[in-house]
């Protein structure tokens, strides 16, 4: 028998974007089945005012709050307010800062969204959010050099969105499409900075990708591109292309942009520590 889906209010309090936040919330609620929650973000709260106007919203919406606040006097306001409607509040980065407090031996700063500071940090994600985009879909080959990973692969393989991906993390991403009958960039071939790794998928997998895209764009007919006796041959021909060069392949067929993401993180990683124990850094 199915079982009726529970649905509540989740209701996200944050000093800074929320970012933080609602990846934590998204991270918990996928394990559970059965379960909607309508999320209410409250971001950007600097003030005590902006609390009671929240609390007013929980009362009339009860449910869980969860909220990432550095500043004391917010903090206890919002949680006095939890106690007095008897809300669950979990302070979700409260056992983080624990642990750095006792492991460092000193407390936290106590400001809000330092994270999304105007450091250098937040130019490199500018800078590589500039360059992915310049060097999308194999253009601007001639600097492909400077990249610091380079992600090959046949259409629809998410080269485009694992590269934003990346960027937003500050790695300088390109991409590069193998297309049938269309030869490669030579720099590819050239290539010593960048790590090169070969984005794969399963045909049948690829095949139902493309018709899908074929559909949003009213194209109907059917071609080669969708072709499963073509398209098997072109991932095999990518696939021979990665071995032959040596480069590390993902399989993306059951993963998600972010999951890919963090198999290619984990390769550029390996790859740094490497470099290090060698003397290459």
């Given at each position: 028998m199915t079982r009726a889906v529970k649905r509540f209010h989740l209701h996200l309090v944050s000093d800074a974007t929320g970012e933080t936040l609602n990846a934590v919330a998204n991270a918990a609620l996928v394990q559970f089945e059965n379960t909607q929650a309508e999320v209410h973000m409250w971001a950007l709260v600097r003030s005590?005012?902006?609390?009671e106007r929240i609390m007013h919203a929980i009362e009339s919406n009860p449910g869980i709050v969860m909220f990432t606040l550095v500043d004391r006097e917010l903090r206890e306001a919002l949680q006095e307010g939890c106690r007095r409607l008897q809300m669950r509040c979990i302070a979700v980065?409260?056992?983080?800062?624990?642990?750095?407090?006792?492991?460092?031996?000193?407390?936290?700063?106590?400001?809000?969204?330092?994270?999304?500071?105007?450091?250098?940090?937040?130019?490199?994600?500018?800078?590589?959010m500039h360059y992915s985009m310049a060097h999308d879909d194999g253009q601007m080959t001639g600097d492909l050099n400077?990249?610091?990973?380079?992600?090959?692969?046949?259409?629809?393989?998410?080269?485009?969105?694992?590269?934003i991906y990346l960027a937003n993390r500050g790695i300088k991403a390109a991409n590069v499409p193998l297309v049938p009958s269309v030869p490669l960039p030579p720099e590819l071939d050239k290539l010593t900075h960048p790590l090169v790794v070969g984005l794969t998928t399963s045909p049948d997998r690829l095949v139902q990708v493309r018709r899908n895209r074929l559909l949003s764009l009213n194209q109907k007919h059917e071609t080669e591109y969708v072709d499963l006796e073509m398209v098997k041959e072109e991932v095999a021909s990518a696939r021979k292309l990665f071995a032959k060069h040596g480069?590390?392949?993902?399989?993306?067929?059951?993963?998600?942009?972010?999951?890919?993401?963090?198999?290619?993180l984990n390769l550029y990683n390996r790859r740094g520590e490497t470099d290090l124990a060698n003397g290459n850094g």
């Open positions: 005590k005012g902006q609390i980065l409260d056992p983080v800062f624990a642990a750095l407090a006792a492991f460092l031996g000193s407390e936290s700063r106590d400001l809000p969204g330092r994270q999304h500071q105007m450091d250098a940090h937040y130019f490199d994600r500018i800078e590589a400077d990249a610091d990973i380079v992600l090959v692969g046949v259409s629809r393989t998410s080269k485009t969105p694992t590269c480069w590390p392949v993902i399989d993306v067929s059951r993963r998600s942009i972010e999951e890919t993401a963090a198999a290619i």
